[in-house]
């Protein structure tokens, strides 16, 4: 599956982005998808996941009550929805997808496929 990662900008402190992530494929929904950032100099770090009907759901506490991660099967996308944002947010996100896990993953290793990257800044 290829992914392709859009929404990325420039928002002030408190502003709101919503990322998206298109999958290619006919098996989008047999695939766990996950988000991921990464700051300058730091490593990166997991965001937050949605396993295979969007019910089940699993974020980093540092998102949780701003980002919620949902998914359209029928149309082969992945949301990031992202509210309150901080000036802490500001960070490359990638989509991660794999059809081996059944349940949301939180470690980079447990996802095969990979977006490109879309850049977020946020202006305090």
């Known amino acids: 599956v290829q992914l392709q990662a859009s929404g990325g900008g420039l928002v002030q402190a408190g502003g709101s982005l919503r990322l998206s992530c298109a999958a290619s494929?006919?098996?989008?929904?047999?695939?766990?998808m996950g988000w991921f950032r990464q700051a300058p100099g730091k490593e990166r770090e997991f965001v937050a996941a949605v396993g295979w009907s969007g019910v089940t759901t699993d974020y980093t506490d540092s998102v949780k009550g701003r980002f919620t991660i949902s998914r359209d099967n029928a149309k082969n996308t992945v949301y990031l929805q992202m509210n309150s944002l901080k000036p802490e947010d500001t960070a490359v996100y990638y989509c991660a997808a794999d059809n081996r896990l059944t349940r949301p993953g939180r470690r980079s290793n447990e996802y095969t496929y990979w977006g490109q990257g879309t850049l977020v800044t946020v202006s305090s």
């Open positions: 494929g006919r098996t989008f929904r047999t695939y766990v």
